[in-house]
Antibody
Framework: EVQLVESGGGLVQPGGSLRLSCAAS????????MSWVRQAPGKGLEWVSV???????YYADSVKGRFTISRDNSKNTLHLQMDSLRAEDTAVYYC????????WGQGTLVTVSS | DIQMTQTPSTLSASVGDRVTITCRAS??????LAWYQQKPGKAPKFLIY???SLESGVPSRFSGSGSGTEFTLTISSLQPDDFATYYC?????????FGQGTKVEIK
């Protein structure tokens, strides 16, 4: 059974950093497209980043240069390093598999506030 | 970036109604369109890919159509479990973009 479990969310001050993790089971992260999608409170879905099986990465303009997507093949885990965080980055962050995204985790809440 | 526009934003309907949601892309995306259902506090659920292909396990009352710039999601007979928010997403070009969502409410 495919499962994705995010962790690492929390409260962080503007300008701070946070690293999200997404532990996968039932499939191999390195063999799939893997994405992060976020949803601000009461708002719609916003695609953030994707990591190809071959290693290529793409980012939304709103996070380019501040966020970095990566994976740990030994732990079958996807990561999102988030630096220079802003209030507008406050959202539930979901990891998801595939193109398009067929399986999603339950999400982890990131709150950027002083 | 490709803009995805869904209409209507809110839809009030009754159990048994036929419901249609439209999604328009600001430029052609061929058939690289997906549909998702989201309930409050839950992750989105994948429904349809390549505009009209039903994901395994999704009830056959859901169907999708369209290509190029205009797409529709149809629910042939609305069931109580279908009251939710629906999103379209293009995955033709980066950045992948979502429509703003259509909330299907009980009439």
């Amino acid at each position: 059974e495919v499962q994705l479990v995010e962790s690492g969310g929390g409260l962080v001050q503007p300008g701070g950093s946070l690293r999200l993790s997404c532990a996968a089971s039932g499939f191999t992260v390195s063999a799939n497209y893997m994405s992060w999608v976020r949803q601000a409170p009461g708002k719609g879905l916003e695609w953030v980043s994707v990591l190809y099986s071959g290693g290529s990465t793409y980012y939304a303009d709103s996070v380019k240069g501040r966020f970095t997507i990566s994976r740990d093949n030994s732990k079958n885990t996807l990561h999102l390093q988030m630096d220079s965080l802003r209030a507008e980055d406050t959202a539930v962050y979901y990891c998801a598999r595939g193109r398009p995204t067929d399986y999603w985790g339950q999400g982890t809440l990131v709150t950027v506030s002083s | 970036d490709i803009q995805m526009t869904q209409t209507p934003s809110t839809l009030s309907a009754s159990v048994g109604d036929r419901v249609t949601i439209t999604c328009r892309a600001s430029q052609s995306i061929s058939s690289w369109l997906a549909w998702y259902q989201q309930k409050p506090g839950k992750a989105p659920k994948f429904l349809i890919y390549k505009a009209s292909s039903l994901e395994s396990g999704v009830p056959s009352r859901f169907s999708g159509s369209g290509s190029g710039t205009e797409f529709t999601l149809t629910i042939s007979s609305l069931q109580p479990d279908d009251f939710a928010t629906y999103y379209c997403q293009q995955y033709n070009t980066y950045p992948w973009t979502f429509g703003q969502g259509t909330k299907v409410e009980i009439k």
